[in-house]
């Protein structure tokens, strides 16, 4: 039995079995965007990262600033607002420089 004939058995089985019928997004079309606007060399390494549970720096960064603008919509005294800003404005700063690296990376 060929390899594609022994997954398809087993692909098959699972279907019986109703293994894919609790899927998150079933039926939802899949949304690929993310995945093309990664460069082509970086979406390997990524998919891997992300299967395994893990964040690329870039993301982790994107998610405390999320978090920081978050806590800043409910913080009210005057000296925590401000050290909120200035983090963000730190994280912000991070992440352009990474995105600089990268854009220089792939041009050379």
Do not use: C, W
Request: hydrophobic residues 35%; neutral net charge.
């Amino acid at each position: 039995m060929s390899i594609e004939k022994a997954v398809e058995a087993i692909i098959r089985e699972a279907q019986e079995r109703g293994d894919f019928d609790n899927l998150k997004g079933k039926g939802q079309p899949i949304d690929l965007n993310a995945y093309f606007e990664t460069p082509e060399d970086l979406r390997l390494a990524y998919s891997a990262l992300k299967n395994a549970g893990v964040v690329s720096a870039e993301v982790e960064l994107l998610q405390e600033i999320a978090e920081l603008k978050e806590r800043l919509t409910i913080t009210y005294e005057e000296s925590q607002r401000s050290r909120i800003k200035k983090l963000i404005q730190d994280k912000q700063m991070q992440f352009n420089i990474m995105m600089e690296r990268q854009k220089k990376h792939r041009k050379g």
